[in-house]
């Protein structure tokens, strides 16, 4: 059976040019053109994605986001103009998996709905992690580079380890500042993005290639960070 997605967007055009390119690619597309429409097709068709614009009329994508938060775990891919940062990042506070900024090309979404996917389906962590030539022990908290983790191993601290580890557990996902934040160093941390900086830059040093160039620990710009692993992890 084919994967099933539900595209609420309330502009005509890009909901038939979606839909045409997704069926064209083995998908079941439904299509809605308000959030209160959505929120009904969603419990008709029960949909495996769902691709959400902020910018709808009536209920918002943000408010529809956390509606479906309350009893779904869908992956949620939101699509927002580039004005609309703070909406953007409510939607991902709200629990979007991840967003796109309008105009958007049709490729780029199809990466972005396989890497969500992925990280749906991927299930739980084991001990030892391997994302191409790396090798994530989490038992001993190192990093090792090289084929089959044959490279000299590096010590992670303990607020590394645990940033990396809450983004290994939701790859693919764009993170926002607050979220991580909250989940590493508590509930009453979010605004300091200065601290989040910092680590996540030591993170890199040990965690990537090039930290100069970073290939997994990318940066959304004015958002968040996203974890994403190699192809072939």
């Known amino acids: 059976m084919s994967m099933r997605i539900l595209i609420i967007d309330d502009a005509p055009q890009i909901r038939r040019v979606l839909k ?3 069926v064209a690619r083995g998908y079941e597309v ?3 053109a308000t959030g209160e429409d959505g929120l009904e097709q969603f419990r008709q068709c029960l949909p495996e994605l769902v691709i959400l614009d902020l910018a709808l009329p009536g209920m918002g994508g943000v408010d529809v986001c956390r509606q479906l938060r309350q009893s779904s775990a869908t992956p949620v891919i939101v699509l ?3 004005s609309a940062e703070g909406d953007k990042v409510r939607a991902l506070d709200a629990g979007a998996d ?3 900024t309008k105009p958007f090309g049709l490729e ?7 890497s969500v996917m992925r990280r749906r389906t991927a299930g739980g962590m084991g001990d030892i992690i391997r994302l191409g030539e790396l090798t994530v022990d989490l038992n001993r908290r190192t990093i090792a580079h090289g084929a089959g983790g044959s490279g000299e191993d590096s010590k992670l601290t303990p607020k590394e380890f645990e940033l990396l580890r ?3 557990a939701n790859s693919g996902r764009v993170l926002t500042h607050r979220a991580l934040l909250q989940a590493v160093w508590g509930p009453d941390y ?3 993005t200065e601290y989040l900086r910092v680590f996540v830059n030591q993170l890199r040093r040990k965690l990537e290639p090039d ?3 970073p290939r997994y620990l990318l940066t959304e710009p004015w958002v968040g960070y996203r974890f994403e692993p190699p192809a072939d992890a």
């Open 20 to 22: 045409s390119a997704l």
């Open 30 to 32: 439904w299509t809605a």
């Open 80 to 82: 927002s103009v580039r």
């Open 98 to 100: 991840d967003y796109l």
């Open 108 to 114: 780029e979404l199809l990466a972005r709905i396989r």
């Open 166 to 168: 809450f983004f290994l």
């Open 190 to 192: 979010g605004e300091q």
């Open 211 to 213: 930290p100069a160039q």
